[in-house]
C-alpha cells in the first residue's frame, strides 16, 4: 500500500513538470535571472544541471529573488514592478502582479507571511500576502522634499527583514531610514530614523538583523543603526575614508549584502575607489583596507566566512578576486570572462556560481582549488539565488 | 511645423546620421555599443531605459536637449550626481552614436 502511494505521487509529479520525475526536495536548487530575456532558469546545484526555463517576467534587469519557507516558491522583483511567484519544483508561474512602476527588490518577512516591495515609481514600499499577492499595505516614501521625481515621494533603497515581523529601507532622496513594524498585524507601525546621509545607495543588514549599515553616494562615509537599541539612531561610520583623494567615476554602483561579515570584521566596497574597507564589526571602526583589482560592486564573505570573493564594475567587470580572510591578502585572481554580473556560494560554501553576463554562461568554481567545476549556458545571465536564502535573514 | 520637426530630425539621424556617425562604425561596434547601453547604462538607467536611480533615458524624456549636450553628458558627466562622466571608455564618435540613438529610439 505504501508503495502504491509513493507511486502515484511520483506520477503526479511527473506530469507536472518534466524535471521532477521523482519525489526531490529544493534545498539544492536554485534560480537564475536571465535579464534580457525576461527569463529565469531552474538549476539544480548537486548536479550542475539546468532543469528549467520560466518565461515571461517582463523587465528583469536588475532582479531579485527570495524564496517561501518551504523553498518552494521563489518570488523574483522585477524592474518594471512585477512581483512574480514562481513554483520552483513545477517550474511554472503561480501569479504575477505589476505592483507599480519601477522597482528595486524586496524581502520576506521572518514569518514567510508578507512580502515587501521597495519601488522607485511611486517611491515606497509596498507589501503583499505571499500566498494570494494580495496588497496587505501601501506605505508611500513621503517625505516633502523637492527633488524627487514623484514631488514629494522618495526612492526607496536598502529594504531588509529583520526579526519581529519587520523591513526596514531607507530613502534615497530623503536620506531617512524606515522601520515598517507589522508584528501587531497588517497594519504597521512606522518608526522613521532622520540623519543618514546624502544619498545613500544601498544599505545591508548583519545576518542577527542587528546592525543595519547604509553606503553614502553623497557623503565619504557609510551610515550605522544599531537596530537592537531601544531608540534608534543613524550614526557616520568612516567618517571621510577618501578624504583628499580623488574620487573615480563610479561606473557601477557597488552593492551591500548581508554576507559581507567574516572574522569579526565587515568588508565592505568603497565607493569610487579600488579597494575593500574592512570594518570592526563591534566597533564600527576603520581596521583596515585592502586594494583591490577595481571598482568592487559585490564583495561576499563565504559562508564559513575564510574567504571575501570580490566582482568589479566596468571595466574591471571580466576579474574576480579572492581575500583570504586571516591574513587579508588577495590569494586568487580569476578572469571567468566579460561582465561578471553576480556570485553565489553553495550553502556551505563549497562551491560558488558566477554569471559571466557577456558571454552567456554561468560559470561554477570549487573554492578550495579554483578549479571550474562547470559551466552551463544562460541568456545575459544576471543574479543567481541559491533557495538556502530562505533560512537567512536580511538578504 | 512643430509636429513635423521630430519626424524630419529622425529621417536626418537615419540617413544623413548614419552617414555620419553610423558609417565610422561597423555593425559589430553597434552592435556592442547597444548591448552597453542596455546592460551597463541599464544598470541605472533600466534595462529598457524607462529609468531607475537614474533618470529615463527615453526618447520622450531626451525630446527637450540636444545631441550635443547628451553627448557631453555621456562624456563628462553631471557634477553631484552619480551620473559619471565615460570618456575613457567610450570615445566622442561613440559618446555621438550612443546620442543619437538614444534620441531617436534606436538603440538595438
Sequence with gaps: ?395 | MLRLLPGILVIVALFGGNARAGGDLSAAEIARLSNMVRQDCGSCHGLTLKGGLGRPLTVDQLAGMDRETVRDIILFGIDDTPMPGWLGLLSEPEADWIARALKTGAIQ
Excluded at chain 1, 53 to 64: K, M, N, P, Q
Excluded at chain 1, 145 to 160: C, E, H, Q, R, Y
Excluded at chain 1, 191 to 199: E, F, S
Design chain 1, 1 to 395: 500500500m505504501m508503495r502504491a502511494g509513493l507511486g502515484i505521487v511520483a506520477l503526479v509529479f511527473l506530469t507536472a513538470a518534466a524535471f521532477a520525475a521523482e519525489l526531490r526536495g529544493t534545498g539544492d536548487l536554485g534560480v537564475v535571472i536571465e535579464r534580457a530575456s525576461g527569463s529565469v532558469l531552474i538549476v539544480d546545484t548537486s548536479t550542475h544541471k539546468r532543469l528549467a526555463r520560466v518565461e515571461g517576467l517582463g523587465d528583469i534587469s536588475h532582479a531579485s529573488v527570495v524564496f517561501s519557507r518551504d523553498e518552494r516558491y521563489a518570488y523574483v522583483f522585477g524592474r518594471d514592478g512585477g512581483l512574480t511567484k514562481i513554483d520552483v519544483l513545477e517550474a511554472r508561474i503561480v501569479k504575477r502582479v505589476v505592483q507599480a512602476g519601477n522597482s528595486i527588490g524586496g524581502a520576506i518577512s521572518d514569518d514567510g507571511a508578507l512580502i515587501a516591495v521597495s519601488n522607485y515609481q511611486p517611491g515606497g514600499v509596498r507589501i503583499f500576502d505571499t500566498r494570494s499577492l494580495n496588497l496587505v499595505a501601501d506605505i508611500p516614501a513621503a517625505y516633502g522634499g523637492t527633488n524627487s521625481d514623484d514631488g514629494a515621494l522618495s526612492k526607496v533603497i536598502g529594504l531588509v527583514d529583520v526579526p519581529g515581523r519587520r523591513f526596514v529601507f531607507t530613502l534615497w532622496d530623503a536620506g531617512e531610514t524606515w522601520i515598517a513594524d507589522f508584528s501587531g498585524g497588517d497594519d504597521p507601525e512606522l518608526t522613521k530614523i532622520g540623519d543618514v546621509g546624502a544619498n545613500p545607495y544601498d544599505a545591508l543588514v548583519t545576518a542577527n538583523g542587528r546592525h543595519y549599515i547604509a553606503g553614502l553616494f553623497g557623503e565619504d562615509g557609510l551610515s550605522h543603526i544599531d537596530l537592537w537599541q531601544a531608540d534608534p539612531k543613524a550614526e557616520r561610520i568612516l567618517a571621510g575614508y577618501g578624504r583628499g583623494e580623488a574620487k573615480l567615476p563610479v561606473y557601477k554602483m557597488p552593492h551591500l549584502e548581508g554576507w559581507a561579515e567574516a572574522d569579526g570584521a565587515l568588508f565592505l566596497p568603497a565607493i569610487g575607489r579600488h579597494e575593500l574597507l574592512v570594518v570592526d564589526s563591534k566597533t564600527f571602526e576603520e581596521i583596515g583596507r585592502i586594494a583591490v583589482h577595481g571598482q568592487p560592486v559585490f564583495a561576499m564573505a563565504r559562508p564559513d566566512g575564510r574567504q571575501i570573493w570580490v566582482n568589479f564594475a566596468l571595466p574591471h567587470n571580466d576579474t574576480v578576486q579572492v581575500i583570504d580572510v586571516p591574513t587579508r591578502q588577495i590569494v586568487r585572481t580569476l578572469k571567468p570572462g566579460p561582465a561578471v554580473l553576480h556570485m553565489e556560494f553553495a550553502p556551505r560554501g563549497h562551491e560558488v556560481w558566477l554569471s559571466v553576463r557577456d558571454r552567456d554562461r554561468l560559470k561554477v568554481y570549487d573554492t578550495m582549488t579554483f578549479e571550474r567545476v562547470a559551466e552551463l549556458p544562460a541568456q545575459k545571465p544576471s543574479g543567481i539565488f541559491f533557495t538556502a536564502r530562505a533560512h537567512r535573514t536580511g538578504l
